[in-house]
């Protein structure tokens, strides 16, 4: 079964700073675009940032300016830079496939999603 492993999430204070992985087991070159989704308690799984192939991105405006999406298609693995976090950033980070950049749906590569990875932060 192909596997989203994401990773990196943690507890960090208001204005600290993480960087998210996300390990697909299967070549994601073909894919063209990649994002990052997140899914705090009692609200609705949302994108946050999305790439293509090509490195174009796209952001929620909640995360502009703050979030960097990077992918590494080598290694199979896609980052999200997460700088000047907000205790309004917390919940569970997700990433998959994504069926546009202008369209938040999640794309059929992947067929699930991954465990996620928590980032919690601090007042």
């Known amino acids: 079964q192909v596997q989203l492993v994401e990773s990196g999430g943690g507890l960090v204070q208001a204005g600290g700073s993480l960087r998210l992985s996300c390990a697909a087991s299967r070549s994601i070159f073909s894919i063209n675009v990649m994002g990052w989704y997140r899914q705090a308690p009692g609200k609705q799984r949302e994108l946050v940032a999305a790439i293509t192939s090509g490195g174009s991105t796209n952001y929620a405006d909640s995360v502009k300016g703050r979030f960097t999406i990077s992918r590494d298609n080598a290694k199979n693995t896609v980052y999200l830079q997460m700088n000047s976090l907000k205790p309004e950033d917390t919940a569970v980070y997700y990433c998959?496939?994504?069926?546009?950049?202008?369209?938040?749906?999640?794309?059929?590569?992947?067929?699930?999603w991954g465990q996620g990875t928590q980032v919690t932060v601090s007042s």
């Open positions: 998959n496939e994504v069926l546009g950049l202008w369209d938040a749906r999640v794309g059929p590569a992947f067929g699930h």
